[in-house]
């Protein structure tokens, strides 16, 4: 057993809830809907450093669908590694680690929690339809790397890449996160139910945004990634009924046999 290993282990997990704590003060009160809880925080080292190894691990998928991850200068931060050396990468993202750098990106979006807050009703209906998958509580993560907005279905979780100066890659950041929870809430029902392929979950996501929240995000904008084929199956007519529209989809264009 590497004692010395276990040792640093423990010291950076206690970084990490330390910094977790501290992080804590970003909690957004509840609002003018009480039903969702909106948990704005900075990643903290250990969690910058497992994000990076996961998506390094990935970095075949992102080159192969034109994503291009932000990674820390030092390149030994820019290639896979192992769990083993964790410590070790760890000890180098400490260096230009500073925890001021996310302050800005938090303030700017608790200036949008209520308007991301809103789209719970739709959401809870979405749910109560076909099974829409939503959580009480979103936690939104700020990263300095990889890509610009991800999320976690299995948690609930988003997590948002800042520019250089700490500001958001879009003026309007709740865009973002309300695109991440749609993505959440239609990967298991609809995404890989019907084996949507990465462009047409990207458009079918963009779609729905302007379907259900067009009038909260008028200048929302579709990511060029997107597959505009779906576009005649989402609409304010299917939307009740997302499910049986997808299903027709891929009648029309049926999936690929691996």
């Not at 669908?65 to 400490?94: A, C, M, R, V, W």
């Not at 997590?159 to 958001?168: D, I």
């Not at 047409?200 to 597959?227: C, H």
């Amino acid at each position: 057993m590497n004692t010395s290993a276990t040792e640093n282990n423990n010291f950076y997990t206690l970084i990490a809830i330390i910094y977790r704590m501290i992080n804590r003060t970003n909690r957004v009160k509840p609002g003018i809907n009480q039903k969702i809880q909106i948990i704005i925080s900075a990643h903290t080292p250990l969690e910058e450093i497992n994000s990076l190894q996961a998506i390094l691990n990935k970095i075949k998928w992102f080159n192969d669908h034109g994503y291009k991850p932000t990674f820390p200068e030092y390149p030994e931060l820019q290639i896979p590694f192992s769990d083993e050396e964790k410590d070790q990468k760890l000890n180098i993202l400490l260096s230009e680690y500073k925890p001021e750098f996310y302050d800005v990106g938090i303030k700017l979006l608790n200036k949008y929690v209520n308007e991301i807050k809103s789209v719970y009703p739709a959401f809870l209906k979405l749910n109560h339809l076909w099974k829409f998958k939503v959580f009480s509580q979103y936690l939104i993560a700020i990263t300095k790397y990889g890509m610009g907005g991800s999320y976690s279905f299995e948690t609930g979780k988003i997590t948002m890449r800042l520019k250089e100066n700490g500001t958001f890659y879009l003026q309007q950041p709740h865009h973002t996160v309300i695109h991440e929870m749609i993505h959440i809430g239609i990967e298991e029902v609809l995404v890989i139910k019907y084996k949507l392929t990465q462009p047409e979950k990207e458009r079918l996501v963009d779609r729905m945004v302007l379907t259900l929240f067009a009038d909260l995000v008028p200048d929302y904008e579709f990511q060029r990634i997107g597959d505009p084929k779906i576009d005649s199956f989402v609409s304010p007519e299917t939307i009740n009924n997302l499910p049986e529209a997808i299903n027709h989809f891929i009648k029309y264009y049926p999936r690929k046999k691996i």
